[in-house]
């Protein structure tokens, strides 16, 4: 039998941690292939995602996905993040959280940043994202 990866178990923790004391946990994730986003808010393959109970409807962090709508720029979106791409997860007003290793995968580095996360005829990817722009902090 295989040893299952730490990482979904983490993730849960850092978001229950930051919910315990009234922090915003973000989600750092590599788009490829499998994850669905807004393909608007991806920058350089990446994208940071606010995973608190207030910016969320129906989050489920599984030991293969995490998956949860929100809403961008005023559209409900669904939003489905294989954890093999979650890069980090961090509280926003500290800084602490974890990284993690993103294997490369030969497809993804090669493909557009863009991610299958708008339906066919929705314009909302030619929108450009308001307000300012998540950052990650690297801890010593």
Not at 40 to 46: Q, R, S, W
Not at 55 to 61: F, H, P, S
Not at 94 to 108: D, I, M, S
Request: aromatic share 8%.
């Amino acid at each position: 039998m295989s040893e299952q990866s730490a990482k979904p178990y983490l993730v849960r923790a850092i978001c229950e941690w930051c919910a315990d004391n009234g922090l915003t946990p973000y989600l750092a994730v590599k788009v490829n292939e499998q994850t669905r986003v807004p393909a608007a808010y991806v920058k350089n393959g990446e994208i940071v995602l606010n995973v608190s109970h207030a910016a969320t409807r129906k989050l489920t962090i599984d030991n293969d996905w995490i998956q949860f709508t929100a809403r961008f720029n005023g559209q409900s979106q669904e939003i489905a993040v294989p954890v093999a791409s979650v890069a980090g997860i961090f509280a926003k007003e500290t800084g602490y959280g974890f990284a993690f290793t993103v294997a490369q995968e030969p497809v993804a580095a090669s493909a557009n940043t863009a991610a299958p996360a708008v339906a066919a005829g929705d314009d909302s990817a030619d929108r450009k994202p308001r307000g300012k722009p998540p950052h990650l902090q690297v801890i010593k």
